[in-house]
């Protein structure tokens, strides 16, 4: 599928997440299930409401929105504020009883919260979680409670040039594993082009951009040292060191990685979902294909997105979860669920949603199957994942500037150690 690209602002594709979050766990918050029940609470006249989207301002299309979702006779105050800021305002605000109703964490930041006893279960706030894909509900599981609910997924995809991959006699249908894509790659600079362009930056970011190689090598996060993690490092070293991808990548965030790619320069980008609407300021025929992994076949991506939450309270907790219920409800299901996700970008976690979203917006129809397939960066390891994140991060950083030198690869993750 060809699309026109335009420069769009990437939200809520990944958070950097680190030791700050582990620092957060413990302290003198109610335990879950303390008090307050959603089915025995009245909705009140105000409902606090906190996002990770400072960007969109007061009367933007997500504010709006947002406030739409207000039950008959309450008003929603809507707070932003980048994500790990939120989570530590999220911290003080549970431990003194001044807890907003509803909260979006970005999706590896829920294991770390119910660590640190700032969430209330799914069921104990009413958020009702059926009808959710189970690899999209998945990062909100924590010991086989289920704690809030996501909206909606972004994905990362194989963005082309197709007017690059023309001249340099490529069809990107041809695709379909590693070694056809570094053929096609090696096309494209012979041709005259630049390469492909990705985010490797240090932190949660170049993880998520890294994940797709990782898992499409076989490799698990339990093991950062295994022959399959080494070889996806080696990949994209490679990439670095025949110069087919930028040096920067190893600091591009993923809005500097896609900039790059609107130059009209490069045969391929990495990038997120958030870009697929964004289709009136470049100047070149761009399409989509999946992530291809190491022997063939789609690799898994990592799910993006928040969470709806509802944070413990210490009083009044059964209206508060009433509140919450209420408008989690409202931003995830129906129609009011399909304008949540394209006002942010996404693909609903409801299939019924998902395949109304595709039907009113063809745009979507080749993220489907990534966001079908993908899996949540927390599901196996929960909490740990922070720390396993911070690791491999550290073995990304290195086998990029390792330049595509074996040792230099295997020496990053051999040096990750294994969990």
């Not at 769009?8 to 299930?33: F, H, K, N, R």
């Not at 992530?291 to 993006?304: L, S």
């Not at 408008?327 to 409801?350: F, M, Q, R």
Request: a negative charge.
């Amino acid at each position: 599928m060809t699309m026109k690209m335009r420069r769009y602002v990437a939200i809520g594709a990944t958070v950097l997440i680190g030791s700050s979050l582990a620092a957060c766990s413990g302290g003198s918050t109610p335990e879950p299930g303390a008090s307050g029940n959603a089915a025995e609470g009245t909705i009140t006249a105000e409902i606090a409401f906190w996002d990770p989207y400072p960007q969109h301002a007061d009367g933007s299309a997500w504010d709006e929105h947002v406030k739409a979702c207000a039950p008959d006779g309450a008003t929603i105050v809507r707070t932003s504020a980048p994500q790990t800021d939120l989570f530590n305002q999220l911290t003080t605000a549970v431990k003194e009883g001044a807890a907003p109703d509803v909260v979006l964490l970005d999706n590896p930041m829920v294991p770390a919260a119910v660590e640190a006893q700032l969430l209330a279960t799914a069921e104990q706030a009413g958020i009702d979680t059926s009808g959710v894909d189970e690899n999209l509900l998945g990062p909100g599981i924590v010991d086989g409670t289920a704690y809030g609910a996501p909206f909606g997924s972004n994905a990362l995809g194989l963005y082309y040039n197709a007017d690059v991959l023309q001249k340099a006699g490529v069809d990107p249908a041809s695709i379909t594993d590693w070694a056809s894509l570094n053929a096609a790659i090696e096309k494209v600079v012979a041709s005259g082009a630049q390469g492909i362009t990705f985010s490797g930056v240090p932190g949660e970011e170049g993880v998520f951009q890294f994940l797709p190689w990782y898992w499409g090598a076989g490799a698990d996060l339990s093991d950062l040292t295994s022959a399959e993690a080494v070889s996806a490092g080696q990949l994209v070293s490679d990439w670095i060191g025949k110069g087919w991808a930028p040096r920067s990548a190893a600091t591009d965030n993923q809005s500097a990685a896609w900039d790059l790619f609107l130059t009209g320069e490069y045969g391929f980008a990495e990038n997120g979902s958030w870009f697929a609407a964004a289709a009136t300021d470049a100047d070149f025929s761009a399409g989509v294909i999946p992530i291809p992994a190491k022997d063939g076949g789609v690799a898994p991506v990592p799910t993006g997105g928040e969470f709806a939450v509802a944070p413990i309270q210490k009083d009044d907790a059964s209206d508060h979860y009433a509140n919450a219920a209420a408008v989690i409800d409202c931003l995830t299901d129906g129609d009011a669920g399909l304008v949540t996700n394209e006002t942010l970008g996404y693909l609903s976690a409801k299939p019924d949603v998902r395949a109304a979203q595709v039907t009113a917006n063809p745009v979507w129809e080749p993220w489907v199957a990534s966001v079908e397939g993908a899996g949540g960066r927390t599901t196996e390891l929960g909490g740990q994942y922070v720390d396993v994140s911070a690791s491999l991060s550290e073995a990304i950083q290195g086998a990029l500037n390792s330049a595509g030198d074996p040792a230099g690869v295997t020496s990053a993750f051999e040096g990750a150690g294994g969990f």
